[in-house]
């Protein structure tokens, strides 16, 4: 493709992600927006997913295209959707490409001959020894991102031998300044949740799934409440398969009508500064974007001392081990007793690791320096 403003020829960027629920679109936004000022376009892709206006606005791309398959249509060889990326590629001079998650990795590897970058976001994905064998096969194009140096330790775990610049980190980010344009008041907040304006409120938000564990969380706060502000509460943003069993697991423990099941909210992030504090009790988180969110409001951060949310809080809050109850409920009680002094402290805190750890503007640089050493991408 030329340039029509110089006449030379426009250096591209593909970005094929499986689709644009839950977090993924964002994971889109941060990575095009590496290339601000760069001189490359992007073209992001979605496998999945009808067209929206908001996804191609959200994307922060220069073109964005959806390919509308349903998931049960990319399984197996997927040779359509690579038929259709070769297509793609005709006619523009792209340079590399960026593969959130592994079967968009996959098909960009049999679709093109260019240089991959394979971001990953979860545990073992390479426990499967189908899949080992297969990526073994591109290691001298293929440089694999980690959201979290938990996640890249699994997959050098997982595939001995690699160099380890092929397998290096790169964090999750968010555009601060967006997501605290916003965010409601307090006040604003604790009446769209319908939650008392004067009381103490943990906040989680979250899957009802094991992968969350909040049947510990409901075990510590009911163990913590005696020592918690009266009229404390626990607020449970999200929804799933585990809610009729965490209801019930509150009603056995006496704690019913301090555990509020908020359902799932839309936009949820807006509402964050309706906590007091924040918890995420997950047995093995890869990362934690509501972590960065509840940061982004000025939450203080309790976690689990495990997976990704470990390397987010060390130094900003307490952590605890995972599924270990009374420590939870020592923290939670700790917590409660937070000066306005120590809150506005752990805001700083939070906002000088947010803008040194979790914006584009600061992993941009980390992000060329990655492709750079690992000898992938000229």
């Given amino acids: 493709m030329r340039s029509e403003a110089d006449g030379t020829t426009q250096p591209w960027v593909l970005q094929l992600c499986h689709g644009y629920d839950g977090p993924f679109l964002d994971c889109a936004r941060q990575y095009a927006a590496l290339f601000v000022g760069s001189g490359y376009k992007v073209c992001t892709v979605y496998l999945t997913g009808a067209p929206r206006n908001d ?26 959707a690579i038929r259709r990326i070769r297509d ?113 409120v943990v906040g989680n938000v979250g899957r009802l799934h094991p992968d969350k564990d909040q049947a510990t969380l409901i075990r510590g706060f009911a163990a913590a409440l005696p020592e918690l502000p009266p009229g404390s509460v626990l607020a449970i943003m999200g929804k799933g ?32 500064k309706a906590f007091d504090v924040f918890a995420l009790t997950s047995d093995h988180e890869p990362f934690g974007m509501v972590l960065l969110e509840a940061m982004a409001a000025g939450v203080p951060l309790i976690s689990t001392d495990c997976g990704g949310a470990k390397e987010i809080v060390t130094g900003l809050g307490p952590l605890f081990p995972w599924g270990d109850v009374q420590a939870l409920a020592t923290v939670l009680v700790k917590l409660s007793g937070m000066t306005d002094a120590d809150v506005l402290l752990a805001r700083q805190r939070m906002a000088q690791r947010l803008n040194e750890c979790y914006i584009d503007d600061v992993v941009r640089p980390l992000f060329f320096q990655r492709l750079q050493e690992s000898g992938r991408v000229s």
């Fill in 55 to 80: 996804v191609v606005g959200g994307s922060a791309s220069d073109e964005v295209l959806f390919l509308g398959y349903k998931s049960e249509d990319i399984r197996g060889l997927k040779l359509n």
């Fill in 241 to 272: 398969r585990l809610e009729r069993e965490l209801k019930d697991l509150a009603a056995r423990l006496g704690v019913a009508e301090q555990v509020l099941f908020l359902g799932q909210v839309e936009d949820g992030k807006r509402y964050f």
């Fill in 88 to 200: 793609l590629l005709r006619g523009r001079d792209f340079q590399f490409c960026i593969a959130h998650r592994f079967k968009p990795i996959y098909i960009s590897l049999l679709a093109t001959s260019l240089p991959v970058i394979g971001v990953h976001h979860a545990f073992g994905v390479y426990k499967r020894q189908i899949r080992r064998w297969f990526i073994r096969r591109f290691r001298s194009r293929l440089l694999l991102l980690g959201v979290s140096n938990a996640v890249r330790e699994d997959i050098r775990h997982c595939l001995p031998g690699w160099d380890r610049t092929g397998i290096a980190t790169l964090y999750n980010r968010i555009d601060v300044a967006a997501v605290q344009a916003v965010q409601v008041s307090r006040q604003q907040a604790r009446d769209h949740l319908g939650l008392p304006y004067d009381t103490w």
